[in-house]
Structure formats: C-alpha cells, structure tokens
C-alpha cells in the first residue's frame, strides 16, 4: 500500500490556503496548516477533521519556522507537498508607504517563503514525489489594484524564487501559481478602504469571466500540480485570474 | 546628449557601474550626488567639482529621507535619479540566513523604493523627470540557485519599476537589466589572479558577443534613456547583457564556484 502523502500549507486559515487544505484532505492527505491567527486555525480543525493539523506560526519569524519544523517532524519523517501560500500584501500609494507595510509584505511573502523551504527541505528530500508550489498573484501581470505596487513587486520575486528552486533543488518539483481577483478576505486587502467597493464592482465589469473566482477554483490548479498527473510541470507559472490579465492594463 | 542644469543621484556612485553613469552625466553638464556606502574619495579626485559625494547607507531610510530634503532646501527639483547600488551573496537554501535577506533586500529592492518615495515630489517638480532601476538579468534567468535572494529582489525591482509608472504620473521610470558587467562585484581584489581569470571565463563563456560587458556600456544606456532621445520609452525594461538571456552556451566547464563567491 502507499504511504500516505502529507502536505504542508502556509496561510491555511482562510481563502486560498483553507480551500487547498480541505481538497487535499479530501483526497486523504494529511494537512498540516501553519496560520499566524489562532482562531482561523481551530475554524479549520472543526471543519476539516482529523486529517488536518493546525500549528500556530508567524513565518516572517525564523525562530518560530524552527520550532513548528520540529513540532512536525515529531510526527511526520517526510514531506510531500509544500505550498507557500501566506502573504497579504496591505494596499498603499508610494508615497504613504512606511517601513511597516513594507516589511510586512516582504518577510511574510518572499522572507517567510525562503525560510520555510530552508527549514523544510530537507523533509521534502525524503519524500519521492516532492513538489513545491508558491502562490504569487496576477498583480505581476497586470495593475489590478490601483496601488498594489508592494504586492506586484514581491510576487515577481515569488515567481523568481521558485525558478532558483528548480535549479536548486532538480528532485522537487516547483511551480507558481498566479491568482487574479478571488473572493477572499485578502481581496479587500489589495484595495485601500475607500476604493474597495467601486473599484471591486468595476474590475467585475473588466473581467472576461465577468465574476471573482472562488478559492476552491484556485486550490483545484494548487492539487493538480502537486499531484502525479502534472509529474513533467516544473518551473511553470500558471494564471488563475479568468482572463484578467489579457485586459487592457 | 546635454545635462546642464540637470541634478542627478546616483547610488553606488564610488566604483563600476555607478562611478561611470557618474561621470558620463558630468562630462555632459550635469551636477551629480554621488552616493555610496564605501569611500568616494577617488570619485572626488577624479570627476572634479560636479560631483557632491555623500556617504549613504540606502537602506537607512532615515539617511534617504535627510539628503532629499538637503536636495529640496538648495536645488528645489530633482531630475534625475539612478537606483544604481547592488549588493551580491550567495548562498544556498540551507545556508540562508535572515541577515543575509534583510542585508540584500535593504539594497536591492527597500532602498530604491524609498529612494523613489522621498524623491518624489522633488522629481515632480523637475521639467522632464527621469528614474532608472538597475535590475539584472538575474531577474529573468536562473544563473545560479545559490543567487536565489539576488535574481529574486532585481525581479521585484525590475516589476516596481511599472508601478512607479502609474503611480507617479509625469515621471518616467525603466528598469535597465545589465548581465556580467566588468566591475569589482565581479572581478574581486582579493581574488588571485588565477581565481579572478576563472570567475571572468566562466561569465564569458556564457556571453554570446564573447567578452564581458563594460561600465561603459551600461552608462550609455542610461544616458540615452534618461535623454530626449529616450522620451516616449517608460516602464520598460531594457538587457544590457550581450544576449546572454537570450539562452546558456552550455559548453562552459568554468568553475562556478569562483564565480558565485560572496561579494558587495
């Protein structure tokens, strides 16, 4: 009989990271969620059952990556799939910005990203059938948010970053992901307070598919890529935006 | 090509790339704040009265924000400004450190952003204001997975680069993507002879027009970008590599490892 295959998902409490735990459950995986928000990461246990785990960590933090690595490997000797999923990136014009948004957008996106495939790839090693897949956004394609410099800028880096991991490590496979405008609570974030609603109502307009894509739509291309039948896609960047960026920019 | 009454910064302004975009902006009229980490006294002594040194550190944002208001208080504008400072460590995945990130994000990607953030109403202010972000061609190619941190802040600067664009309407904005340039980030003087001919083989044997690329030919670039001639070009992104993106020649049998060693 087959192992059972163990996945790791970062930002596994909401949107993107949550839809992706709960297909890989589906498909009896084990899930082991990293959140830095507790609550989300209890809603998830209570929802998705005994085959995900929940471990608290903000991943900007190396000391804490240490330590949910080896909470990990107390329980799992390999890793199979490993999805760098968190990172809000906070709307912000230029010239508002301060040093606070810009770290956070950075050590949670790119610094966390690195430092979670530091402290787990040697777990992934031990797995037949690694695959890595960092979540990056169609915001490197396209202006989406009037002001979403900071995510376009980090998620470029996103898309980089996994192409050094093809070279880096020639036995995973690693592959990006590149959501357009999803219904999810960080939807809200890609837009300043007041612009949000008008301009959510007017990109809907813009959209080729004409509506927002779901979280589960996104987390589908997630756990295709990790499983057997995309075994010669690495280094791939795929869109999920329904269309968005072939719209005038 | 005419800079007269132009004022210019430039960071890493004391050696390479920066010291000749430096000095090809004075010999065409401009004056030009030569910023730097380390000590800018040969620029001083060679390129005259032009150039105003000013030891930096870009990724003091503090530092940024003090010499744009010293530029507003004696020149009220700024015209043109050269995110030109690069740093280079490589290190493999498992040797990754946080201070290795926040040394190479600080000066890749932090700093020109808020050089661009507390410049800008002084760029607006100029007649035909113009920014150049220095990326690399390690932002398109994997060279080398051990430059994972490098390629993956010039991408997000090279991408930056469109958003100055929209943001700052009125201010033109292009990413210029040099390769192997022949300047002391390559060719390290503690290096032996031997080493520094091994590092510069195996660049070379990567680069289709066969020899490295020059300061020269990256200030040349910039000049033109920043000049008339390059008006109607914004938000784009330009190589400067002698086509060596264009795809490995994969016979080198250089040793990379003389190449990839740390260097600032």
Redesign the interface.
Known sequence: MKSERIALVTGAGSGIGLETCRQFVEQATIVIGLDSCPEALSLCAEQLGSRFNGILCDISD?QQVVEAQRKFALEYDKLDYLINNAGPCRSV???S?D?AD?DRG?DIK??GA??V??NF?GLLKKSEVACIVNISSAE?EI?IG????LA??????????T???????PTFRSNTVSPGLIDTPYLCEMFSPEESEDSIAALKCRLPSGRLGRAEEVARVITFLCSDRASYINGANILVDGGLSCQAA | MKFENHIVVVTGAASGMGYEIARQFIDNGAAVYGLDKAPLDNAVEQLGDRFLPRRIDISA?HEISSLAQEVKRLHGKLDILINNAGVFRPS???D?T?DS?DFQ?GVL??GP??M??HF??LLQKAERPCVINTSSI??RI?V??????Y??????????T???V???PGVRCNAILPGVIDTPMVRRSEFSPDEQEAAVNFAIAKIPVGRLGLPRDVANLVLFLCSEMGEFINGESITVDGGQHCGALLDSTANEDAYFADTE
């Open positions: 190396e014009s230029l010239e910005l040093r810009f950075c790119i610094k690195m430092l495939v530091k790839c490197t202006v009037k002001r979403s410099f376009g800028s980090v998620n470029a880096a996103v898309d980089n970053f192409r050094s991991l093809v070279r880096g490590f | 944002e493999s995945i498992i990754f946080v990130y994000y990607f932090k952003v808020f661009v953030k800008a109403a390690g932002a994997i080398h997975s051990h430059s994972f941190v390629g993956s802040a010039k991408a997000a600067i090279e991408k930056f469109k958003f100055v929209t943001e700052l």
